[in-house]
């Protein structure tokens, strides 16, 4: 599976944030920056360390752009944008409150 972060702020505080921090957790693997632009408002402003399921606007969306399955490594930079809009326009929810139904 996969797990993707937004992360917002100043450039250096998120650069300290990433670079000291998450890549020398053990916990975290195969970390890459697939994206950085500059936005004068956040997105996530009202986010917390949240948990959205992939549902039917998030598979829609990598289905339209020829995607089986969520695989953030496969999004261009043209589409990262789109899916980084689409996430915040979710209702976060948290990962307690998640039920995966088989």
């Not at 250096?12 to 990433?18: A, E, F, G, R």
């Not at 975290?28 to 949240?50: A, T």
């Not at 339209?64 to 209702?91: G, K, M, V």
């Amino acid at each position: 599976g996969y797990f993707v972060q937004c992360l917002e702020g100043r450039r250096s505080k998120v650069d300290d944030l990433l670079y000291n921090r998450i890549l020398k957790d053990p916990r975290h693997k195969n970390c890459e920056i697939l994206f950085y632009e500059k936005c004068d408002v956040g997105l996530f402003k009202n986010w917390n360390m949240k948990f959205a399921p992939i549902n039917k606007r998030l598979g829609d969306f990598f289905l339209e752009n020829h995607r089986d399955d969520f695989n953030p490594f496969l999004l261009s930079i043209e589409t990262i944008p789109t899916f980084i809009d689409l996430l915040a326009s979710e209702y976060a929810i948290e990962p307690y409150s998640f039920e995966i139904n088989e």
